[in-house]
Nanobody, 126 residues
């Protein structure tokens, strides 16, 4: 069973950058698809980005394309989310999630991931 811990959140001004990290423990992490989701007050948890097990395939929500980059280092059992050109509307709690058997058509759905971290707060001031 994989366990996930997010870090790297904080307060940043609009236009700034943050790098989030999702550190994993447990067996076979390199076989998991890992996604980043976010949830702001009054809104449902929404997909941000995902990366397949070998790091070769990456997927992004339309509103973060060109600004956010997901990557993974399986040797370090860590997945990163580099966030540039941050906007106030990016303010949310960011969660990482992992699943071994998720198919492409389900990769955008939070309910399709079995393992979740506790979240890290990102606040972007205007």
């Amino acid at each position: 069973q994989v366990q996930l811990v997010e870090s790297g959140g904080g307060l940043v001004q609009a236009g700034g950058s943050l790098r989030l990290a999702c550190s994993a423990s447990g067996p076979s992490f390199s076989t998991y698809t890992v996604g980043w989701f976010r949830q702001s007050i009054g809104r449902e948890r929404e997909f941000v980005a995902a990366v397949r097990a070998n790091g070769g395939y990456k997927y992004y929500a339309d509103d973060v394309k060109g600004r956010f980059t997901i990557s993974r280092d399986n040797a370090k059992m860590t997945v990163y989310l580099q966030m540039n050109s941050l906007k106030p509307e990016d303010t949310a709690v960011y969660y990482c999630a992992a699943d071994r058997r998720i198919i492409l058509s389900s990769i955008w759905g939070a309910g399709n991931y079995d393992h979740w971290g506790q979240g890290t707060q990102v606040t972007v001031s205007s």
